[in-house]
């Protein structure tokens, strides 16, 4: 167990509505990362936050944001979902944001839209 | 597009036989870093090793890095059946450049199977 957590573990839904990941830190940790895992690309870096603020960006699409909150936790929002929007969904924190650090990875949600 | 490369693509060994798999990376890094993922979990960290390290052990874990070729590997001894899983290894950029907040950039990874 990392002690990272991430709700739900699965869920499915049709395209063109909306969704919200949440992700809860390891305790102390103050960086949270978003990544995707799909089939056909990999594991991709989507956004990183620390202690509020968004620090790096990577392939995440317009229709998708985040944020995270006073008491650190962080929401991953998905939007006008498409059928290749199918994919897990991780969460992972460091105690700070470098990459020199590692990363304790959650659990993922499993999202599938059809 | 993917920093890190994994080799080979699939890999199947029984208990007992020593498993590697290598890694080669594009452009310049902080450090590499493995990782393991049972299949459909979270991503487990192994081991961090820096630019200026060329080797590093952890357990039966040894990775070694070459910056020069740009590649690292991960040796696994003595395989057991709860090592199946899937690895990856990961770079992080190097201090001082606009990706240096914590931006890794993960690598398709190598299926491991190892069979009692």
Redesign the interface.
């Given at each position: 167990d990392?002690g990272?957590t991430q709700t739900p573990k699965h869920l499915i839904t049709a395209t063109g509505q909306r969704v919200t990941l949440r992700c809860s830190p390891r305790s102390g940790d103050l960086?949270v990362?978003w990544?995707q895992q799909s089939l056909d690309q990999?594991?991709?870096?989507l956004i990183?936050y620390?202690n509020g603020e968004e620090?790096?960006k990577?392939n995440i699409l317009e229709r998708f944001s985040a944020q995270q909150f006073p008491d650190l936790h962080s929401e991953l929002n998905l939007s006008s979902l498409e059928l290749g929007d199918s994919a897990?969904y991780?969460c992972?924190s460091?105690v700070a944001?470098?990459?020199?650090?590692?990363?304790?990875?959650?659990?993922?949600t499993?999202l599938t839209v059809t | 597009s993917?920093q890190g490369e994994e080799d080979p693509q699939a890999l199947s060994i029984q208990e007992g036989e020593n498993a590697t798999m290598n890694c080669s990376y594009k452009t310049s890094i902080?450090?590499l870093?493995w990782?393991r993922q049972n299949s459909?979990?979270?991503?487990?960290?192994l081991i961090?090793i820096?630019s200026n390290e060329r080797e590093k052990h952890s357990g039966r874990l040894r990775v070694t890095l070459d910056t020069s070729k740009k590649s690292s590997s991960l040796l696994i001894t003595a395989s057991r059946a709860a090592d199946t899983a899937s690895y990856?290894c990961a770079t992080?950029?190097p201090?001082g450049t606009t990706?240096?907040?914590?931006?890794?950039?993960?690598?398709?990874?190598t299926q491991v199977v190892v069979t009692p």
């Open positions: 990392s990272v960086s990362y990544y990999g594991l991709q870096f990183q620390y620090r790096a990577g897990l991780f992972a460091s944001p470098l990459s020199r650090y590692e990363q304790y990875f959650g659990p993922g499993r | 993917q902080n450090n870093q990782y459909g979990r979270g991503l487990v960290h961090l820096r990856f992080a950029p201090r990706d240096s907040w914590g931006k890794l950039q993960f690598g398709a990874g």
